[in-house]
């Protein structure tokens, strides 16, 4: 995976980003170093922040934000010892809602609230549509924010439900709230972990150890499941809501009508680790095989398929393998360049993707290149590889794209800019060749891209099975917040 990189920062990769990722664990002594590791797994999905809360039946809920790496910051014992417990939650965060950019500690979750019947603690990822106006009504009737996070409005409807137990006050906050969420929570006794009724984010089930004596493990991937050692039970569904208590007793149920589900497909393409398990699939062999699909689609005449690192590296080897042109690593990529090692002076800022990635010039040096990428954003970064590759000798540079394009904002927990910065809203695919600079550009289809994760017939247009919004512009869930601010959708579709 590319690291995930705060606005701005001179090493922005041009990449839509996640914006968190979430842990918990029950049953276990030092369950707080558990969920460190367990996050550090999920590093790729939020770099800016990170926090766990815990709780221990002497010490009560204790609770440490901090902001950068988990391995910077998780892993000192005298930090560690502060988060005592069976029980703990955490979360790694990339704003997207609220203080995008700016983020304070206050915006950092896991969120706390104390109720009449006991504290309890809540992390989110994805985003809430409707969290402007939540959260106007709420301070209307009297709530005080204590963040600038669309989550936080969780709590605060939890605070308003006269439900006598928190699972129960959470069903009835969730209720209340549009969007796409899963959601991890604990109370003193309790895990807690949730999916909107369409599942567009991801959460897993797992176990660590085995008989009586076994704890129970929620993630946002399987990935952080491996790091533990924990055995993947399965996804917790579209609409289900789990609750597992100190014993291991897991109870089922579904707070919300069910509907179609629509999984976020670019979970496939770029946002999952490639060693993770997606709907019982191997992410890393469902990327691989949309290469294969974009030969099928888009074949070309070259003498090297070259993967943009790292995230186009399955989809290249499945291009090459397809193609029968020879795969090679035309670019290397410095692993060291997620931490600055100098002041980032303009000068350095315009060396920009020099300093993340290099040519390898002997391999390159003229011969026809086919690039393979994840995906196409504001463009800047392609246009800055693809002189790269001409400066190191290459007689042609050939983008293949491994995601369709990027023609519409996600509303569902991605970083998305703005569309009109988007350059698939803007320019069509012969335009984008000619803004790029390079020999052809060609995109997988939408077809191809379902046919990759395991649809035969493609996008079935009636009932699509994924959430592909940023691609089709069809949204299952409307964006109501942005609707009252003018946006309008390219085709709303209503989540069956």
């Not at 997207?96 to 019947?117: W, Y």
Request: proline share 5%; with cysteine; hydrophobic share 35%.
């Amino acid at each position: 995976m590319q690291p995930h990189l705060p606005p701005g920062h001179p090493f922005d990769d041009d990449k839509l980003r996640e914006e968190c990722g979430v842990f918990g664990v029950i049953g276990t002594e030092d369950a707080a170093s558990f969920v460190a590791l367990g996050l550090h797994a999920l590093q790729h999905r939020g770099q800016e922040a990170g926090g766990i809360v815990a709780h221990h039946p002497d010490h009560g809920f204790n609770s440490a934000h901090r902001f950068g790496y988990v391995r910077d910051n998780f892993t000192k014992k005298s930090l560690m010892d502060t988060l005592p417990g069976p029980i703990a939650i955490g979360h790694v965060r990339y704003s997207t809602a609220g203080s995008k950019g700016n983020t304070a500690i206050r915006d950092v979750q896991p969120f706390f609230g104390e109720f009449s019947m006991g504290g309890a603690a809540v992390a989110h990822n994805g985003n809430i549509t409707n969290a402007v106006t939540l959260r106007r009504e709420l301070i209307e009737h009297g709530s005080i924010f204590q963040s600038r996070s669309d989550s936080e409005c969780i709590i605060h409807l939890m605070a308003r439900s006269y439900q006598r137990t928190i699972p129960e006050r959470m069903k009835d906050a969730l209720r209340r709230i549009e969007g796409a969420f899963s959601i991890v929570a604990m109370t003193r006794t309790k895990l807690i972990g949730v999916r909107d009724a369409l599942g567009v984010r991801p959460l897993v089930l797992g176990r660590l150890g085995k008989g009586e004596g076994a704890a129970f493990v929620l993630s946002s991937e399987t990935c952080a499941l491996d790091i533990i050692g924990a055995e993947f039970i399965r996804e917790v569904a579209p609409g289900e809501m789990v609750v597992i208590n100190a014993g291991g007793k897991i109870d089922s149920m579904r707070p919300f009508e069910p509907k179609n589900p629509r999984f976020c497909i670019f979970e496939h393409v770029y946002f999952s680790r490639p060693d993770s398990i997606l709907g019982g699939r191997s992410v890393y062999e469902t990327r691989r095989q949309i290469g294969i699909e974009l030969a099928r689609e888009a074949s070309v005449r070259a003498d090297l398929v070259c993967p943009v690192p790292d995230s186009g590296t399955p989809a290249a080897i499945g291009f090459s393998h397809e193609s029968g042109i020879p795969y090679g690593m035309g670019i290397i990529r410095n692993q060291y360049v997620g931490r600055t090692f100098i002041e980032p002076t303009e000068q350095i800022r315009n060396m920009g993707v020099r300093l993340k990635l290099n040519v390898n010039r002997a391999l390159i040096r003229g011969k026809r290149v086919v690039l393979v990428d994840d995906s196409v954003v504001r463009g800047t970064t392609s246009r800055k590889i693809k002189e790269m590759i001409l400066d190191a000798g290459a007689k042609e540079v050939h983008f293949r794209i491994a995601s369709p394009p990027t023609m519409w904002p996600c509303f569902y927990g991605v970083d998305t800019p703005e569309r009109e910065k988007l350059l698939a809203a803007r320019m069509n695919e012969e335009e984008m060749r000619t803004h790029l600079g390079v020999n052809s550009l060609r995109f997988i289809s939408l077809d191809g891209l379902y046919r990759a994760v395991g649809q035969a017939k493609g996008r079935n247009n009636r009932c699509p099975q994924y959430c592909d919004a940023c691609f089709s512009g069809q949204y299952p869930i409307e964006p109501s917040d942005m609707i009252a601010q003018g946006f309008t959708t390219a085709g709303k579709e209503a989540a069956q």
